[in-house]
């Protein structure tokens, strides 16, 4: 990275060098290798590619699950050697207290963070509504559907106030109605927050549907093949001629690859 880009302060978030290697008895996989990338403040970034390329790798090593073999990555300058307040991690499973309710799952990281329960209620509570299950707040998460639970996960992130959100397919699990609505409520959100995102998915549509830049990976082990800037306006028409020209473009070239996309 240039000492200019620096001085601009654009960007948020370095991937410097990263190179990632399992190890498992005798065999190593090297899931991700010299792998670049930085992100700006209030970006939403999507990384698209094949099963197993090393996609939810490099956004555990972001979230500071994983270590990677080589390599930095820093958020504001700050190295993500563990996990933190200042990234919230939203799960394809869901990854939720399945006993307790909604409100209860929204106010936990508050609660691991000693804020005062008055506080913890107001702000879960305006959270709650802001991805639209005001009524469901008692409720609790085995009673609710995937697509109501996966909010709850938006939530339960967003409430933090993180630096960054992570996610990683998240609407892989619902059906093709269910994640169309999620995807809609999730632009509504961003024009409410100006969160930044980080968004795994195989769906090249949800991709050009929800991003600012769209990062497309190769596979195993993980390298940049094309950065695509995505300059519309949100929401997006997907049956739009730019749209449709665009995914048609990317799922060709991907096909050429004999990568497997979803449409
Ligand atoms: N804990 C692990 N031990 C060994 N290999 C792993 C481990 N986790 C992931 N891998 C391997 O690393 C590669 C990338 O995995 P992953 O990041 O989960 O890919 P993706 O999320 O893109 O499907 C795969 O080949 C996978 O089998
Ligand atoms: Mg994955």
Redo the contacts with the bound molecule.
Sequence with gaps: MSAETIEEGKDFIVIDNIR?V???DD?E?V??DQFDLTIKKGELISLI????????????MIAGL?EPTEGTITIAGKECKEPGADRGVVFQDFALFPWRSVRKNVEFGMEVAGVPKDERRERADEYIELVGLGDFKNSKIQELSGGMKQRVGIARALVNHPDVILM??PFGALDAQTRNIMQNQLVQILEKTEQTIIF?T?SVDEALFLSDRVVI?SK???RIKEIVEIPWERPRDRAGPEFTALRKRILEDLEKENVMFHH
């Design positions: 990632k399992y190890k498992k065999t996989t899931a991700i590619g094949p099963s197993g390329c090393g996609k939810t790798t490099i956004l555990r994983l990683d397919e795994i195989h990976l195993r082990p993980s």
